[in-house]
């Protein structure tokens, strides 16, 4: 069965560092998310992405977040100086259709520490 | 905007013995009502959603009822097994419209041999 996977699985870094999250989503989905969980708390929606643009951002989604498309198969998340508040589980996930109307199917997460 | 709230938190369930775990949100304009499964290390997985012109939906030993005057959703897992321990986690949103996706806070389900 198709998978979306996330690279690393661990990351640490230390606070004011650049990170990029790595993401491959399932091959013939054309929507793609980021969302957190911090440690303790719910999971929030970040970002959607769509035929090479966001589509909808969150309040967290800030001017330190970016993603991207680099190529026909990644989808990146990264996080320009990191805050010791950033550390959390971020998961990517993709769908076939939009928020709604196809399910989303999630990564395993990367676990981002930062110290 | 949207807040969903889900009770209980732990729930422990004899193996074969039925579970349900309840929700309930605030926003009125919400149509969209997914369930997720977490297994430990992994990313949470849709295993049924509803949609507000739906009262209930059923796949196999998983069902999903909807009550839109009341607000509130709930999860029902019948003759559970030793694998469908997870934490489940409810969300609600405006199809179309991720940023008004709320989860639960979750609830961790411990089915007993």
């Known amino acids: 069965e198709p998978e979306v996977t996330q690279t690393p699985s661990h990351q640490v870094t230390q606070m004011g560092q650049e990170v990029i999250l790595r993401c491959v989503p399932i091959?013939?989905?054309?929507?793609f998310y980021w969302y957190r969980q911090i440690l303790g708390q719910k999971v929030e929606f970040l970002v959607s992405?769509?035929?090479?643009?966001?589509?909808?951002k969150s309040e967290i989604f800030d001017d330190q977040f970016s993603v991207e498309r680099p190529d026909g198969s990644n989808f990146t998340l990264k996080i320009r100086s990191t805050k010791l508040e950033d550390s959390a589980m971020y998961f990517c996930?993709?769908?076939?259709?939009?928020?709604?109307?196809?399910?989303?199917?999630f990564g395993p997460g990367t676990r981002l520490t930062v110290t | 905007g949207e807040n969903v709230e889900q009770h209980p938190s732990t729930l422990s369930v004899q193996e074969g013995d039925s579970a349900v775990i309840k929700c309930t949100y605030s926003?009125?304009?919400?149509?969209?009502f997914p369930w997720y499964k977490q297994e430990l290390g992994k990313g949470p997985q849709l295993i049924i959603d509803?949609?507000?012109?739906?009262g209930e939906k059923k796949d196999q030993r998983i069902a999903v009822t909807l009550n839109k005057t009341a607000k509130h959703f709930s999860l029902h897992i019948t003759e559970t097994q030793p694998e469908d321990s997870a934490v489940y986690f409810c969300?609600?949103?405006?199809?179309?419209?991720?940023?008004?996706?709320?989860f639960g806070a979750g609830t961790r389900l411990t089915v007993k041999p």
């Open positions: 996930a993709s769908s076939e259709g939009g928020a709604g109307l196809a399910g989303e199917y």
């Open positions: 091959s013939n989905h054309l929507y």
């Open positions: 992405f769509y035929n090479n643009e966001i589509s909808e």
């Open positions: 926003d009125s304009a919400s149509n969209y």
């Open positions: 509803i949609r507000s012109n739906v």
């Open positions: 969300a609600a949103s405006i199809a179309g419209r991720n940023n008004d996706m709320r």
